[in-house]
């Protein structure tokens, strides 16, 4: 998993009971402040000594019904119930005390017996993580499985072949690899979700939210929300190395969009972040971290201070109010705006 989906200069932190740099919360606090959003703050956690992960991306919200990931990685299966099993009983109790339609809760499914998920993947080289699987009856095969579908406009999905870190024996998703867009959700098969996850998270929605799938050319995928930045309603910027124009309007959600590539590759800049030696390194992500901001309403973006190139442009091409707070200590640890959050109460869109 590390391999596969994390920058290999920083493979060396990752191992047992080595803790990352602590948050800083008052980078949280000032974002939740500027906006003056009801923050549910989840209990304090010792994740070093728990050896649990980083407690993100495990809830998602549809309508009234809240959805715990299935969770690919081993250390990150208790985040939800350490974490966040509170604040879930709060939102209920909540709910039920204004006497509104009750809130669903789907808790993910408690696994019985050993865990399959990387039988037969754990002795294979670097190399191999990339070797296209042989192709069954003119099928390319994905290493998790394949998953062939429709879009709501009847074309056919003709996934890529790509041998991720874990396989399909049982269901594997992050909420983070899923974006809401009305009542149809994009997302992606990647190194932590598998077919069988998004047949999981196709079952448990509640009617009339569909499933669909981008078919992304990116064999380190980790998490759809630094791929795709829905700006506003009918406005979406994209990465062009994983994902292309063609592919996005193949789904009857972004027929009339305005579909914009990034016009450069934030890999190939120096930016401030890499001259201030104060701050902490990117561990878990690329500085295609800049598309995880996060849109407020239609006319408010929020981006990291040090994103300027990205905030200028937005301002001069879209007109956005761009409102720029730090968050590099959160960048650290793999995520920003958009990753940090999980609105828990939402209008339709």
């Known amino acids: 998993m590390i391999r596969a989906a994390m920058p290999s200069l920083h493979h060396p932190e990752f191992r047992p009971h080595h803790p990352f740099p602590r948050l800083h919360h008052e980078e949280l606090d000032n974002f939740a402040q500027r906006f003056g959003i009801k923050v ?23 309508g009234r019904t809240v959805v715990e990931a299935c969770f690919g990685w081993g250390c990150r299966r208790g985040e939800v119930e350490a974490a966040f099993s509170d604040i879930l009983e709060e939102v209920v109790g909540e709910v039920e005390k204004k006497g509104e339609e009750g809130v669903r809760i789907c808790r993910v499914p408690r696994i019985v017996g050993g865990d399959t998920l990387y039988d037969g993947l754990l002795d294979q080289d670097e190399g191999s993580l990339k070797e296209p699987r042989p192709e069954k009856n003119g099928v390319k095969q994905n290493m998790n499985g394949t998953l062939e579908e429709k879009t709501q406009n009847g ?3 003709t996934p890529i072949s790509i ?17 809401r867009f009305g009542t149809v959700l994009i997302g992606q098969l990647s190194n932590v979700t598998n077919p069988k996850g998004v047949d999981y998270l196709r079952a448990v929605l509640p009617e009339p939210y569909t499933v669909e799938l981008l078919n992304t050319t990116d064999d380190h995928a980790m998490h759809i929300d630094a791929t795709i930045l829905p700006l506003r309603h009918g406005t979406l910027v994209y990465c062009p190395s994983r994902v292309t ?39 878990m992500c690329s500085k295609w971290l800049v598309l995880n901001a996060m849109s407020v309403n239609e006319k408010t973006i929020v981006v990291e201070e040090r994103q300027e190139r990205f905030a200028r442009w937005l301002e001069e091409e879209f007109g956005m109010e761009v ?3 730090p968050f590099r200590h959160v960048n650290s640890l793999g995520g920003s705006f958009h990753c940090a959050t999980v609105d828990l109460a939402r209008g339709e869109f």
């Open 40 to 62: 549910y703050r989840p209990r304090e956690v010792d994740w070093a000594k728990a050896n649990e992960g980083r407690g993100g991306d495990g809830l998602m919200v549809m």
């Open 155 to 157: 074309k056919k999905n």
């Open 163 to 179: 041998k991720w870190a874990i396989n399909n024996t049982r269901p594997a998703f992050d909420c983070a690899d899923f974006m």
């Open 245 to 283: 124009e063609e592919e996005l309007r193949r789904h009857e959600v972004f027929r009339d969009w305005d579909l914009r590539p990034l016009p450069w590759n934030p890999e190939e800049e120096e930016d401030e972040d890499d001259t201030d030696d104060d701050g902490p390194p990117r561990y």
């Open 323 to 325: 409102v720029r707070l």
